[in-house]
């Protein structure tokens, strides 16, 4: 587990690490309740931050007491879990300064036609929360959409992307993809020009952080009552060791925001390749691989049937850098916040669609590419908002994994009730009156939902036979086992061994 290699080849992405040697003493310690806190013991801690919002400390475990400390505190049930601060960092794609600013990916996905259906651009009524590196908010191209955000790096109120060696401003290139307003001579155009764009910091100059500063700025999102939460980042760790950030978005999804996620740049398939929170598996996490300009599949980009929703151009994308600039990035962080600003400029349309409807418009909508995502396509703006337009009838869930005892909710949306629903191969998964589809055999089906007044509307494939790959809206972990009984929550397996060898009962023994 420990010493993940992040390669860069020809992108650019913020990924959260293991942590190295120098951070080994840093642990996040999720308390059960305010009302623990009087009755934990943390002789010989330093209390280095409290989180209440996440219900979290940050505490310093000298090297010499660590597996002492470990086990005195998860073995005190006013403790959750205890999980090592992991750090992040950004890593520079190469761009071209002088290149021309061709935007072949708002062209690819029809963003123009769609602003021309729409009689707008979108509204200042949606903001978007870029999480990142933070935005160059001075940017005359960004300026006009940007909205009081904060730096978590530094704790205070100016989220300034500062541009380093490791940094040539990812945040900022990230917000321009999502509204760059498209009047600046020589510049460039976002997906959502008419948006609002919130700044978070939580990625230093040198594109370092860490996971603590990352739940906080997801939480701060939420108590600006953002719409939508844009995060190029991920975390190649076991689900264990990510029940901090997975916590967070399910506190945003409790809120109604709807998350945007990378799926990280390995070319590996996320089905089977753990990474967060990509992989999170929440109603309201839309996970996004990258496209090209001929519509494949970059070597870089991840995918995965199960764990990914579509596709987005993320190769060779132009846009906003500090001090006024512009350059091309490339990755699957920059696929993602097309598809945040997307998701903004259709919330402007009709701001009352779900985070899990939006996530079936978008799939239900998107061009069939040859990616594999769970719809296989990629996003298009004028289909999607076409279907919001017109109030055309569509099936959300619209694809899904689910194994052969999983039991799935169906409906309709932009019809008019009751529906009627039918599964094209009852053998492999059957549904019942109230849109209830249970798995039955390993196979393909589809979903095809009829209203009142006769529309009917299929969904994409729904493929059974694996076990399912999401846990229930909001339940990232069970209170005092995140993840599942056998990982090792502390990103070191010995220590872990160690530890159950004092306190064999601690939910992670059992595998160790």
Known sequence: MNGIIVKSLFFVSAILVNSSPAWAAEYLVKYRSPWALQSMNFNGLNVMDN???????????????????????????????????????????????????????????????????????????????????????????????????YDFARNDNDPMDQTSSQNPGHGTHCAGIVGATGLVDGGIVGLAPGVSIMPIRFLDENGSGDLNNGVKAIDFAIEKKVQVISASWGAAIPRSQAGPILEAIGRAEKAGIIFIAAAANDGKNNDSYEVYPANAGLSNVITVAASNSSDSKPSWSNYGRAKVSLSSPGDAIMSTLPGDKYGNLSGTSMATPLVSGLVGFLLSQDPTITPENMKALLQSTGVKVGIQTA?????????????????????SPNAATMGTSDKVKFTGVYGTAPYKFASSNAAVASIDANGELTGVSEGETTVTVTDAAGATATSYKIYVGKPSSNPPPGEPGQPGQPGNPGDCPLGDPAICQIICQIQPDLPFCSGN
Not at 375 to 395: H, N, P
């Open 375 to 395: 719809c296989d396509c990629r996003v298009d703006a004028l289909a999607a908002v076409e279907t919001i337009m017109s109030k055309k009838l569509f099936v």
């Open 51 to 149: 989180h209440p919002a996440g219900q979290l400390f940050k505490v310093d475990i000298p090297s010499h007491q660590k597996v002492a400390t470990l086990v005195r505190l998860l073995a005190d049930s006013n403790i959750e879990y205890v999980v090592p601060n992991a750090r992040l960092h950004t890593f520079d794609a190469p761009f071209d300064a002088q290149a021309l600013k061709d935007q072949y990916a708002i062209k690819k996905v029809k963003a123009e036609e769609a602003w021309t259906k729409a009689g707008n651009k979108g509204s200042k009524n949606i903001t978007v929360a870029v999480i990142d590196t933070g935005v160059d908010y001075r940017h005359k191209n960004l300026a006009p959409n940007m909205v009081p955000g």
